[in-house]
């Protein structure tokens, strides 16, 4: 089963800032935080992730809170290209281990 | 340029009759995983290999078999034991090299096949 919960689904208006949040309260201390987006019928695409520090980069930023409990993935200006379902998955350090996937968030970004 | 590539994107079977989707990769990744997609669901894992001549069970393996004769190819067939085949099915690879810890690479997915059983 999936180690995390998001809520099913999202509006965000276009050009505002998109908040996604993710609550993972079992989480253990070797686990990272990773985010992946799946536009309809196309394979999953990844964005982001993180162990304890937030994370920024061209895609994306990750803040994760301070007891690891939850996070939020931030898209600065969402556009109607971002409208997809996001998936939040926490993963062991270790190598080569396999994502395990829950519904994730269904966001729509409205014009 | 390097990728997944998943053939046909299409497939359409008669029921009773055995399929093999394709899946390969060009990006010398070790690790290579199925899983499949069912309207409206999250991802589900079927088989994952983490090196060549090697592959472990995911949560719903059964009806589907995998063989990884060669890094860069790790096809699925799915048999007539598969109860419901009809779903999208998605190919991953990751590049971890095994019994490295603590190494985060993120798995690379292919655009799927969507597979019709009639």
Same mark, same amino acid.
């Given at each position: 089963d999936a180690k995390t919960t998001q809520p099913p689904s999202m509006d965000c208006a276009e050009g505002r800032a998109?908040?996604?949040?993710?609550?993972?309260?079992?989480?253990?201390?070797?686990?990272?935080?990773?985010?992946?987006? +799946?536009?309809?019928? +196309?394979?999953? +695409?990844?964005?982001?992730?993180?162990?304890?520090?937030n994370e920024t980069n061209e895609m994306a930023s990750l803040i994760i809170t301070e007891d690891r409990k939850s996070s939020t993935l931030i898209l600065p200006h969402a556009t109607l290209r971002d409208t997809a379902v996001y998936y939040c998955i926490v993963r062991v350090a270790?190598?080569?281990?396999?994502?395990?996937?829950?519904k994730g968030t269904r966001l729509s970004v409205i014009a | 340029d390097g990728g997944i590539t998943q053939s046909p994107?299409?497939?359409?079977?008669?029921?009773?009759?055995?399929?093999?989707l394709s899946c390969e990769q060009n990006l010398n990744h070790d690790a290579m995983y199925w899983y499949r997609?069912? @309207?409206?669901?999250?991802?589900?894992?079927?088989?994952?290999?983490?090196?060549?001549?090697?592959?472990?069970?995911?949560?719903?393996?059964?009806?589907?078999?995998?063989?990884? /004769?060669?890094? /860069?190819?790790? @096809?699925?067939?799915?048999t007539s034991a598969q109860k419901n085949p009809t779903a999208f099915y998605l190919c991953a690879s990751s590049t971890d090299p095994p019994g490295i810890k603590a190494y985060n690479s993120p798995l690379h997915f292919g655009n799927g096949t969507r597979l019709t059983v009639t």
């Amino acid at each position: 089963d999936a180690k995390t919960t998001q809520p099913p689904s999202m509006d965000c208006a276009e050009g505002r800032a998109a908040n996604l949040p993710c609550n993972h309260s079992t989480i253990s201390g070797n686990e990272y935080v990773y985010w992946y987006r +799946q536009i309809h019928s +196309q394979g999953p +695409q990844y964005i982001i992730h993180g162990l304890k520090n937030n994370e920024t980069n061209e895609m994306a930023s990750l803040i994760i809170t301070e007891d690891r409990k939850s996070s939020t993935l931030i898209l600065p200006h969402a556009t109607l290209r971002d409208t997809a379902v996001y998936y939040c998955i926490v993963r062991v350090a270790s190598g080569n281990t396999p994502l395990v996937f829950g519904k994730g968030t269904r966001l729509s970004v409205i014009a | 340029d390097g990728g997944i590539t998943q053939s046909p994107k299409y497939l359409f079977r008669k029921e009773g009759q055995n399929v093999t989707l394709s899946c390969e990769q060009n990006l010398n990744h070790d690790a290579m995983y199925w899983y499949r997609q069912d @309207p409206g669901q999250g991802l589900r894992l079927i088989y994952y290999s983490q090196i060549v001549n090697d592959f472990q069970k995911g949560d719903i393996a059964e009806g589907y078999s995998v063989s990884r /004769e060669k890094k /860069e190819s790790f @096809p699925l067939t799915v048999t007539s034991a598969q109860k419901n085949p009809t779903a999208f099915y998605l190919c991953a690879s990751s590049t971890d090299p095994p019994g490295i810890k603590a190494y985060n690479s993120p798995l690379h997915f292919g655009n799927g096949t969507r597979l019709t059983v009639t």
